[in-house]
Nanobody
Framework: QVQLVESGGGLVQSGGSLRLSCAAT????????MGWYRQALGKQRELVAR???????TYVDSVKGRFTISRDNAKNSVYLQMNSLEPKDTAVYYC???????????????WGQGTQVTVSS
């Protein structure tokens, strides 16, 4: 069974840093685009950052210059380094990935369970 396992969330003061990790586990043949979304209380889920298998990155404007997404293709893992955190970054962060499972001819989209990031002022 394929799963996205996240770690690294927590409580941090404004201006601090956190690093989120997400590992895709199970019978994975290939990992394509991977990324991070977030959903604050009462708001819609939004894309934070995304990285292709070739390393091309996309960021939402509000995190540019503060967050860095990276991946380790050998480990089917994606990371989000978050610096200069602000209270407005408080949200549940979800890992997302397009994966091809072994012996499958299709690419499917998967979500992690979410990890809470809280930034205090």
């Amino acid at each position: 069974q394929v799963q996205l396992v996240e770690s690294g969330g927590g409580l941090v003061q404004s201006g601090g840093s956190l690093r989120l990790s997400c590992a895709a586990t199970g019978p994975i043949f290939s990992a394509y685009a991977m990324g991070w979304y977030r959903q604050a209380l009462g708001k819609q889920r939004e894309l934070v950052a995304r990285i292709t298998s070739g390393g091309t990155t996309t960021y939402v404007d509000s995190v540019k210059g503060r967050f860095t997404i990276s991946r380790d293709n050998a480990k089917n893992s994606v990371y989000l380094q978050m610096n200069s955190l602000e209270p407005k970054d408080t949200a549940v962060y979800y890992c997302n990935a397009d994966l091809r499972v072994v012996l499958s001819g299709t690419v499917r989209n998967y979500w992690g369970q979410g990890t809470q990031v809280t930034v205090s002022s």
